[in-house]
């Protein structure tokens, strides 16, 4: 690309590392009780509340707001219903939608808990998610590109359809870096602030609102048709990731610690001296996560669960990639692309 080059992050760059040597060099299984994959995405997802105060919430706007709920919800029901009929397990079913819906990797694994999935549901996931991040880092700013997409635009896009944290930071900064280089209109951070305004804090919060109301779902209805027993309400609160109270409480602490700062002085005091080491910090434990995830996924194991999963999530790429567009290129298209000013 002229003027702007691909930036893989770390964390994916140490995905590919592992995946690499789990499928071509071969580790022994004895090796994945070690990894710790869980551990890692619990300790990254509390981090990242850490770098999310409330008054960032606040902060995005409406706008912001609206348009990345419109795409969670609507991307979760699409994959969920498409995968439901196409015979998946309702559990295999939420957790694919979760990974569409939120966060990738964290939300997969938060909600695979909160729904009580099968072992291998959520590594099904998380494979998915990670194949669907990896091309949009590449597709979304060649089409934003194609388009001539204002920075903000193509950032707010890009964070309504990407998968992952840092495969949506790559894609992002890639096109901030055209911007740079004034061969699309807008500004390098006009792309970086719309991404994070839909993405890191519009579509992650909702990590904990699809896991709190999933876990009520299986506990007193999916479960309660399959064993025709009465749910407990205890069941909810074991089954709900407490790691997601870890996320909020971070966020109330850091919304205390910063309550008497603008979105400016945040951005100029807070951000470098404070959020800056606590996303380093963050970065390392998605370093870590990633490549376990790599060292711990064999392609041959999944590949028993056919090409469904990968079906029905693409359903919802699909609806996730053209509402995104729609919302941020034209229903909210001047909100975007006068980010900033």
């Not at 707001?65 to 969920?80: K, M, N």
């Not at 015979?87 to 990797?105: F, K």
């Not at 790691?243 to 002085?265: C, E, K, Q």
Request: proline letters at 4%; glycine letters at 10%.
């Amino acid at each position: 690309m002229v003027g702007g080059t691909y930036n893989l992050e770390p964390p994916l760059v140490a995905l590919v590392a592992g995946l690499t040597i789990s499928n071509l060099v071969g580790l022994p299984r004895w090796c994945n009780a070690g990894f710790r994959v869980e551990f890692y995405i619990k300790l990254g997802i509390v981090l990242l509340g850490a770098t999310l105060p409330l008054t960032l919430i606040v902060w995005a706007g409406p706008i912001a707001l609206l348009q990345a709920s419109i795409v969670s919800i609507a991307t979760f029901l699409v994959i969920y219903q498409v995968s439901v009929r196409l015979g998946l397990d309702r559990r295999l079913a939420a957790t694919l939608g979760a990974g569409g819906a939120v966060c990738g990797v964290s939300a997969a694994i938060a909600v695979s808990s909160a729904v009580g999935a099968k072992k291998e549901h959520a590594p099904i996931a998380i494979t998915v998610v990670i194949v669907w991040a990896i091309v949009m880092i590449f597709a979304l700013p060649l089409a934003s590109r194609a388009l001539q997409l204002p920075a903000g635009v193509s950032g707010a896009w890009i964070g309504s359809s990407e998968f992952a944290d840092a495969a949506g930071f790559a894609a992002a900064q890639t096109y901030g870096d055209l911007a740079a280089h004034g061969v699309v209109p807008g500004t390098a951070d006009q792309s970086i602030w719309a991404f994070t305004l839909m993405k890191v804090v519009g579509r992650d919060v909702w990590i904990g609102i699809w896991a709190f109301v999933l876990a009520l779902i299986a506990t007193t209805r999916w479960e309660r048709s399959e064993s025709g027993a009465e749910p407990r309400l205890a069941e909810i609160w074991w089954r709900f990731p407490k790691f997601v109270l870890g996320f909020l409480a971070a966020s109330v602490i850091v919304t205390a610690l910063t309550a008497g700062y603008s979105l400016a002085d945040f951005n100029k005091i807070v951000n470098p001296a404070f959020v800056a080491p606590i996303k380093d910090l963050r970065t390392w434990a998605f370093i870590f996560c990633f490549l376990t995830i790599g060292l711990t996924t064999r392609f041959r194991e999944l590949a028993a669960a056919g090409a469904k999963p990968l079906v029905a999530f693409s359903s919802g790429v699909a609806v996730n990639v053209v509402l995104g567009f729609v919302l941020s290129a034209l229903v909210f298209a001047s909100h975007w692309a006068a980010l900033g000013h």
